[in-house]
T-cell receptor
């Protein structure tokens, strides 16, 4: 079956512009996660959704970052007034549910964001 | 102190070698543990979960020491295709929590002919 898909695969933007990143989870997965990976760094948790609600937004780096999920499926991560330090690969993952410790998270290919 | 710490490597080993990676985590209440593999410019993929009793999957053996808050991954008979970055991953989920993953920065393995 289809895996997690993300779009765009690459995004180059100018400092100060807003960007929107999209994630399509695996069909039937109720949990969705956003991470980012800066060059040479580990993955940093940003936010997760169980259904349409986001119980934990603690990883969002600033109020310029927001995310939403509608219909329990597609999610968008929006970064307003982008800064150069926002440059990273933004990875989305989904799992069957968020309630079990050993539910595998499946990752999408990521969106590589470059802020000039 | 980082929540999950790994030696970044790189580990350069010949084919057929045995190599071991270690990882420590800071949250003693952590509930579940994993090794993920990430190829260059690709997304991470689950390699194996790590259970308290230790577990083996073919050439790969994972061990957990809760007392020392230490996780290991052993790869026997290394193949060229094992070259990748290995991410130590911890789920600090406690009662009523959820499936949040904390990633180490990864250990790079390069297997050469």
């Amino acid at each position: 079956g289809a895996g997690v898909s993300q779009s765009p695969s690459n995004k180059v933007t100018e400092k100060g512009k807003d960007v929107e990143l999209r994630c399509d989870p695996i069909s039937g997965h109720t949990a969705l996660y956003w991470y980012r990976q800066s060059l040479g760094q580990g993955l940093e948790f940003l936010i997760y959704f169980q259904g349409n609600s986001a119980p934990d937004k603690s990883g969002l780096p600033s109020d310029r970052f927001s995310a939403e999920r509608t219909g329990g499926s597609v999610s968008t991560l929006t970064i307003q007034r982008t800064q150069q330090e926002d440059s990273a690969v933004y990875l989305c993952a989904s799992s069957f549910t968020a309630d079990s410790s050993y539910n595998e998270q499946f990752f999408g290919p990521g969106t590589r964001l470059t802020v000039l | 102190r980082k929540e999950v710490e790994q030696d970044p490597g790189p580990f350069n080993v010949p084919e057929g070698a045995t190599v071991a990676f270690n990882c420590t985590y800071s949250n003693s209440a952590s509930q579940s543990f994993f090794w993920y593999r990430q190829d260059c410019r690709k997304e991470p993929k689950l390699l194996m979960s790590v259970y308290s009793s230790g577990n083996e999957d073919g050439r790969f053996t994972a061990q957990l020491n809760r007392a020392s808050q230490y996780i290991s991954l052993l790869i026997r008979d290394s193949k060229l295709s094992d070259s990748a970055t290995y991410l130590c991953v911890v789920n600090p989920r406690g009662s009523g929590g959820y499936n949040k993953l904390i990633f180490g920065a990864g250990t790079r393995l390069a297997v050469h002919p």
